[in-house]
């Protein structure tokens, strides 16, 4: 039997579990005999033009592939690259021989709807010239914004990173007995998912965070701020989560409305987040103390409160695309059904779904999960809940800190 | 045997382990005969002022108290309160009555230098009347600014809490090719221990943070630029660590210059920090991607990555104050002492130090361990690194998340 090669690469913003699904991709493709040498594409299909590969053999031998799930970010390095619409374009002939140079029989690519993308163009290009190269795509995303997916891996984690957060927030805020607000600005410019799993912050009915907005409905200034007034009636210090991407109902998002604010030093538009922005607005109509907190990157790429559910979910996945593309299934997406246990526990399988139906689309908040504009529902605990359960133990180094991994050559 | 009653209380800023210290001085109150009720002060002595205390027995007995040891920010709130200078002041007399009306025959206040004040002037204030209240300081506080001691409960953990995530931001920012500057604003007006801590994000040397700035210094803008250039050398994604405290030659604090950025929709001046007012100086000088990240509450709050070398740390110092005082031991804080085991490991034992050589000072960072204003020494590193040490297990809940302990009623 003649053996071939399989290549994966990464794509778009890290995760905490992205390298997760790479170790089962690379640990699946290790133990199948019919899989030669297990190549990653390093910086995503832009850096696999300039021939930028490395072997899984070298690079991360035996035992070592360990360490990619504990390991943050996305190890083989990523991009923003987007295939031509037009399946004519050059690159797509350049890309295939450089497929047939390295023997390649499958090709994988972690990555959210952007990168489905480019798994839609691969395979159909494929299928248009013949070639029997696999390509499958393995679902990333802390927006969890993926169509036909019961929801992405990535997402479990960071949704644990802000609930715990958020709830360390509300505790840090409780301190003093002096009317006090709070803004927590969250990621998600159009999908309010990991927003909304700050709820699960509370500990009791009633406890902080008071207001939740998503941007999937429009965002009120006035009723906002009446709704702070009426929140002092249930806790001095109210802490209020925001999405980056609330807007009104004109369209604008608030985040804009700090264009106003003037120049820089330099000459340059200063600009803030919505966050920032309510802060201000707190301060100067209810003259109340305020200050706000931009989650920022480490929602996306801190391993320190990783869900268990979500790092075995993403290996999971990786093995199955693995195990798909072996059966000869290509232009598909892993997703994840849930399934309900007898004891009416959480379970998850996978499954296949056709990437043409997946890439450029985006899954929001369904409106009846969300409760009077700013809030959400039991439904959406319900079913965020089983995502974030679990701890999975990060090694810690001689240094005190977690065991990462990382490429020492670029 | 009289017995007389225990009360402790705590003020200032939330660390990950003041809770840890209220537990050493609880847990160790309930062992000894001599000791009747242990009782809180809520928010402080301005609090205790409102006859706002709690009795331990009720409010965590037994095992319950265990959850202090994994509970982040205070527990039993905390105020900004000074106490008058004049021991002549009406609210000496009326906080004396009210500890004797509670039978109080041991105080303990855990908090940092300001707090450090209130021990001092209730301890002569006591000598003055001839009470025999033992009153004692139990040291707390990330910004290790404490004299006559080797550090301060707290710093360790928030000490890790910036390593580990300024290596994920590190980790982040390096997925792209392309040249970027990442600013990290980290807590620390005055000294920059806590922003020092950054260096132990390095993996390797030359790593990043490849620059480090304290506010032992002054902060030269011309040079700062000219040293992120040379840092594209190494790497092509920069991350700087600077302190929120960093300033000119002429004392002018950098966030200071952005004063000038502008007013918001409603007349108020718009304050960023200097993080942000240097990405925009990088954005603009240097014409390449930057972007900057504030740690903001979450290096004091965060128990995710509590260091348990800090934590048993805590625990001891509340314990030993209890010990001191029961032998007599008043107006004294608790101390650390750092000692070498012969095998050259770290060992750190108790100590107590006059608290009037200690209140209203501010131990800065020395300045030989700061090397060319932009980076730390081994020095600092081999003083850092054992605090960082060990993983404090945070027991979950069914909810998915850390457990916490918090007062049900108000």
Redesign the interface.
């Known amino acids: 039997m003649e053996k071939k090669n399989l290549l994966v690469g990464?794509s778009g913003?890290?995760t905490a579990v992205i390298n997760s699904s790479l170790y089962g991709v690379v640990s699946e493709g290790r133990i199948h005999e019919e899989i030669g040498h297990v190549y990653g594409m390093v910086?995503g299909i832009e850096?696999f033009l300039n021939d930028t590969i490395l072997d899984f053999d070298e690079a991360l031998p035996g035992e070592e592939l360990e360490g990619l799930k504990y390991?943050?970010?996305?190890y083989l390095?990523?991009?923003?690259y987007k295939l031509p619409e037009s399946l004519e374009d050059p690159v797509y002939p350049q890309l295939f021989r450089k497929f047939q140079e390295l023997n390649i029989g499958w090709f994988f690519y972690i990555g959210g709807n952007d990168s489905m993308d480019t798994v839609s163009k691969l395979s159909r290009y494929a299928a248009s010239v013949g070639s029997d190269i696999r390509v499958i795509g393995e679902p990333k995303t802390i927006d969890n914004d993926l169509v036909h997916t019961d929801h992405t891996p990535g997402f479990g984690s960071a949704a644990?990173y802000v609930?715990?957060?958020v709830?360390?927030?509300a505790?840090?805020a409780?301190?003093?007995?002096k009317k006090s607000v709070t803004i927590v600005e969250i990621m998600g410019r159009h999908a309010g998912w990991l927003t909304a799993a700050s709820v699960?912050?509370r500990?009791y009915t009633g406890d902080n965070p008071l207001l939740i907005y998503l941007p999937e409905t429009a965002f009120d200034t006035e009723a906002f701020l009446q709704k702070v007034e009426a929140a002092f009636e249930k806790n001095c210090n109210v802490v209020v989560c925001v999405s980056e991407g609330i807007h009104d109902a004109k369209g604008t998002f608030i985040c804009e409305?700090?264009n106003?604010?003037?120049?820089?030093?330099?000459?340059?538009k200063?600009l803030?987040g919505c966050g920032?922005?309510l802060e201000?607005?707190v301060?100067?109509?209810l003259g109340v103390k305020a200050?706000s907190?931009?989650l920022?990157?480490?929602q996306?790429?801190?391993?320190?409160?990783l869900?268990a559910t979500d790092q075995q979910e993403a290996v999971q996945a990786g093995r199955y695309g693995v195990q798909a593309a072996l059966k000869g299934e290509t232009g598909k997406m892993v997703s994840f059904v849930r399934c309900e246990d007898p004891d009416g526990g959480y379970r998850m399988e996978c499954g296949l779904e056709d990437v043409n139906a997946i890439c450029n689309m985006e899954k929001t908040v369904p409106l009846d999960w969300i409760r009077d504009d700013s809030d959400v529902t039991e439904e959406f605990i319900k079913y965020a809940?089983p995502l974030?359960?679990?701890?999975a133990e990060l090694p810690?180094g001689e240094?005190?800190?977690?065991v990462?991994v990382?490429r020492k050559f670029k």
């Open positions: 990464q913003g890290p910086n850096g390991t943050p970010g996305a390095g990523s991009c923003r644990k609930a715990a957060t709830r360390e927030i505790i840090d409780s301190v003093y007995e699960l912050a500990k409305y700090d106003s604010v003037g120049t820089d030093t330099f000459g340059h200063m803030a920032k922005y201000n607005l301060r100067s109509r200050r907190v931009e920022n990157v480490s996306r790429c801190s391993a320190s409160l869900s809940r974030i359960q679990g701890r810690l240094d005190g800190l977690p990462v990382y």
